[in-house]
């Protein structure tokens, strides 16, 4: 299993400004992702964090909105640049483990956001 | 595109009830399946999941699903609920090809045991 953890755990921002949350594993991963999860919806994949590359972001999400780190195998940092109220979510970081022939994906406690 | 769909946004049982929530999925070829549980205040974790063999799957706290796939279903079942399986469910998947794959989520169901 894999324990993760995100910082900050919550935050109240004002519009135009930006806010950099970052998410330590306690085990190297070759995957990390970022999902946002939007009020009262589902988990939406925001990116897939690569060790020693650019993310790859899926449709919908930029690289200048969302910036994301990964320098190693048990951090990565997302940042949620020139915020408006329409950001107002949950991001939640999560890693995937293999084993056998299967894996699993463990998921952080997430940063709640409300950007005012 | 893949997408989950999970038609019951909101269910309400009283303790002791049987449970079925209800998962299909959109995608041709093999798939992973998974049953995440988000407890209140609390993070998101995993049920269970199907890769490959047994399509009924069996796992934590007392909850299985079965994988149809003539269906495109993977319903998670519990033969009697607890106050305490008070939760939001999601139901995911992902392509079956590579170990490397992204999972997409269904939109979750509300679950709400009256005690």
């Known amino acids: 299993s894999a324990v993760i953890s995100q910082k900050p755990s919550r935050d109240i921002c004002q519009r135009g400004t930006s806010l950099t949350i970052q998410c330590q594993v306690d085990?190297?991963?070759?995957?990390m992702f970022w999902y946002r999860q939007q009020p009262g919806q589902s988990l939406t994949l925001i990116a897939t964090?690569?060790?020693?590359?650019?993310?790859?972001?899926e449709s919908g999400f930029v690289i200048d909105k969302f910036p994301i780190s990964r320098p190693n195998l048990t951090f990565s940092t997302l940042t949620v640049s020139n915020m408006s109220p329409e950001d107002s979510s949950i991001y939640l970081c999560?890693?995937?483990?293999?084993?056998?022939?299967?894996?699993?994906?463990?998921f952080g406690p997430g940063t709640r956001l409300t950007v005012t | 595109a893949q997408s989950v769909s999970q038609h019951n946004h909101h269910v309400i049982l009283s303790e002791a009830a049987s449970l079925e929530l209800g998962c299909n999925y959109s995608?041709?070829?093999?798939?992973?399946l998974f049953w995440y549980v988000q407890y209140p205040g609390q993070h998101l974790q995993l049920l269970l999941k199907?890769?490959?063999?047994?399509?009924l799957v069996k796992g934590i706290k007392g909850f299985e699903a079965e994988f149809i796939k003539s269906k495109f279903s993977f319903n998670l079942r519990k033969p009697s609920v607890q106050w305490s399986d008070t939760a939001e469910y999601f139901c995911?998947?992902?392509?079956?090809?590579?170990?490397?794959?992204?999972?997409?989520f269904g939109s979750g169901t509300r679950l709400s045991i009256r005690p």
């Open positions: 999560s890693v995937q483990l293999a084993g056998g022939n299967s894996y699993e994906q463990y």
């Open positions: 199907y890769f490959s063999g047994d399509p």
């Open positions: 085990s190297q991963v070759t995957m």
């Open positions: 964090a690569n060790q020693g590359s650019e993310a790859t972001y």
């Open positions: 995911a998947v992902s392509p079956g090809y590579s170990s490397a794959s992204k999972i997409i």
């Open positions: 995608y041709g070829g093999t798939v992973n």
